[in-house]
């Protein structure tokens, strides 16, 4: 070795089956393994750290975003939708695009302007969908045309294990949609009697053996999400078989909503809603569970009797066959609508 270099260990092979979740799905670098993403994609599954927007062409019917107007895109996410609105603006027009979670925040938005949509089509604010009016006025927007909810958990959280939101990896219990702000799952858990968990467990996720779970897991310490998931498992081994697997699912919802409000947050935003859009302005909520939807219904008709909706979605709107089988998250979503 010449003198004066210093010596550098050879990158160590991580294996045919690499235990990092980064080395284990070649997806996170589209870049260079496009081969991979269609694989993925082919077999009916989305590839891991990208997410697939849904109901594209549904919400861009009922929004119908048109040249010269406003629209805000509550859930901003990884941007699917947005980047489908945007182009109908043109030109005149400008989108307000929300999201709570800093980590995903800034790489959403350097996406978008890669695309070409500078700071005079497109704004984007870090805040919660229930501070819509505020977030509006801070940039100066009097109402809006179009309004769009997509209330899922983006791809990229699920799939980052670091979140603390998926039950199939290890990764700390946390599941905050912002990590500087409130408390873990995981200290949620903790402080938990089995009576509050029940009901939890019941009003978040419509869990039929919240019975069965609560006693078990309330007032324990978790650190890791497969503790977790295994500690479900372990009392529904009574039940057995893919129940179990829907249950653990489940309880991750359920905490996941509690830690983050999601409920509170979406009735702030229903409420506020019809002062945030202009007359004529149409709004469109996605939604994938029963305590969700249930919400926004409620929330629809009672302005609709009021006179303050023009109208409503008599029912909800699907994913198509073909659009679940492409995206399996697709599947529980429902959409609904209302004009001002």
Known sequence: MSEGIPHRRRPRYSGKNPRRFEEKYKELSPEKYPETVEKVLASGKTPAGSHVPIMVAEILE????????????????HGGHSSA???RLLPGGLLLGLDVDPLELPKTEARLRAMGFGPDVLMVRRSNFAGLPQAMAAEGLGGADCILADLGVSSMQLDTPGRGFSTKVPGPLDMRMNPARGISAAQLLKTLVPASL????????????????????AGKEYFLTTDLADAI???LRSVGGDETE???????????IEVNE?????????????????????????TFHSGEDRRVKKAFQAAHR????????????????????????????KLRWAVR
């Open 62 to 77: 009922i929004l119908h975003p048109r040249p010269g107007e406003a629209a805000v895109d509550c859930t901003l996410g």
């Open 198 to 217: 029940a009901a939890i467990l019941r009003e978040n996720a419509d869990e039929p053996h919240a019975g069965m779970i609560a006693p078990a897991i």
């Open 306 to 333: 009021e006179g303050i909706y023009t109208g409503i979605s008599d029912n909800v709107t699907r994913p198509s066959p073909g659009e679940c089988r492409a995206n399996p998250r697709a599947t529980s979503a």
């Open 262 to 286: 999601e409920f509170s947050a979406l009735d702030n935003l229903l409420r506020v809603l019809p002062g945030s859009l202009n007359p004529g302005g149409r709004v469109a909520v996605l």
């Open 246 to 256: 829907k249950s653990v699912r489940r309880v991750f919802q359920a905490l996941r």
């Open 85 to 87: 609105i945007l182009p």
């Open 233 to 235: 498992r372990a009392c």
